[in-house]
């Protein structure tokens, strides 16, 4: 993979990873172990231009969090954990961050509300999941879609997310590799997306996949909407055009 794709990559994922508090570097750093194997730190200094004693911390932080592993000693050298073992960390890791927020902001802060603003956090087991995107789908009349894996997409998604197009606004993001010719839905291209979700006026379903299940967080707690619609529209800037867009 040339070193312009990666960056470009970095680029896209960094600015989501820093809100877990990882940091640009460290997924630099990463990625390099991944593609080029066990290496030193000294090595991984000088191939990346990255000051030995960062390159330490760096290294130590990546350790940390189990992403790498120290071999040997003298000189030790690191090699990254497989891509699916990271994602099994990063999901914890959302996990945690997520329960932290609800814990530490959206408690104490609907404790002082009055009792009619209740709002809902669900966690959709994979069995119920296509049962929770057609009940997500069925209300409302803007839609914002992101959908990076293709078992989502059977004939009842699709057939009714053409239906919402006829009346609704429906902005749908898919990678390169999706077909798709949906007539009134405003499709963009968009590749190693972060899972895939969809975005109401009143809610939003995050879809996350654990190695090899997937499942989903449903809410219709306005912050996290909000939060949901600025980042789709983020990445919706930096999709592309599909060629079948309608």
Request: cysteine-free; overall charge positive.
């Amino acid at each position: 993979m040339e070193n312009s794709t990666i960056e470009d990559l970095l680029a896209r994922v960094s600015k989501f990873a820093s809100i877990l508090g990882i940091s640009r570097s460290e997924l630099r750093v990463y990625s390099f172990l991944l593609l080029e194997g066990q290496m030193t730190a000294r090595d991984v200094s000088k191939k990346l231009s990255i000051s030995y004693t960062k390159i330490y911390t760096i290294l130590s932080k990546l350790e940390e969090r189990g992403w790498i592993k120290k071999l040997g000693k003298k000189p030790a050298v690191y090699e990254a954990i497989s891509l699916r073992d990271l994602w099994s960390s990063v999901k914890r890791l959302i996990e945690i961050k997520v329960n932290e927020f609800e814990k530490e902001f959206i408690e104490p802060l609907s404790s002082i509300l009055p009792t009619s603003s209740t709002y809902n956090v669900i966690l959709i087991p994979s069995s119920k999941l296509k049962e929770t995107i057609i009940n997500t789908l069925s209300d409302g009349n803007k839609f914002l879609i992101a959908i990076s894996f293709q078992e989502l997409l059977d004939e009842n998604v699709i057939e009714t997310i053409k239906v919402k197009a006829f009346h609704s606004t429906v902005k749908l993001i898919v990678p390169d590799s999706f077909g798709l010719e949906l007539p009134g839905v405003e499709i963009k291209k968009l590749n190693n997306m972060f899972g895939s979700g969809i975005i109401t006026s009143s809610s939003v379903l995050l879809i996350l996949r654990n190695v090899d299940k997937l499942s989903g967080l449903l809410s219709n707690h306005k912050y996290i909407v909000d939060i949901a619609s600025v980042y789709f529209n983020h990445i919706w800037e930096q999709a592309s055009k599909g060629a079948n867009t309608l």
